[in-house]
């Protein structure tokens, strides 16, 4: 069974940090683009960065260049996203997801997802 799993997601103040987790199962991973993707309030769901697992080839969206790191352990078959410098603006739900093209922040390249976790900037 196929699961994508997402943690780590809370309550921080504007210039805080948080590291997202993705755990994978079900799926041989190292075939896989992993995404992050986060949809706010509102707002339709956006991409925000990918890792190539088998390379760790990355991409990132511009509004998180230089703030967000993605990365992957690949003993654990986890994913990471390390958010610093965070703004109100990076609130929304964070959701993982696997795709089996080239690294794209492209939503309909990936057919499994995870249920999200919340990310709330705030003072």
């Known amino acids: 069974q196929v699961q994508l799993v997402e943690s780590g997601g809370d309550l921080v103040q504007p210039g805080g940090s948080l590291r997202l987790s993705c755990a994978t199962s079900?799926?041989?991973?190292?075939?896989?683009?992993i995404g992050w993707f986060r949809q706010a309030p509102g707002k339709e769901r956006e991409g925000v960065s990918c890792?190539?697992?088998?390379?760790?080839?990355?991409v990132y969206a511009d509004s998180v260049k230089g703030r967000f790191t993605i990365s992957r352990d690949k003993a654990k078959n986890m994913v990471y996203l390390q958010m610093n410098n965070l703004k109100p603006e990076d609130t929304a739900i964070y959701y993982c997801?696997?795709?089996?093209?080239?690294?794209?922040?492209?939503?309909?390249?990936?057919?499994?997802w995870g249920q999200g976790t919340q990310v709330t900037v705030s003072s």
């Open positions: 997801a696997a795709s089996p093209v080239p690294p794209e922040l492209v939503m309909t390249n990936y057919f499994w």
């Open positions: 079900g799926f041989t991973v190292d075939y896989y683009v």
């Open positions: 890792i190539n697992f088998s390379d760790g080839d990355t």
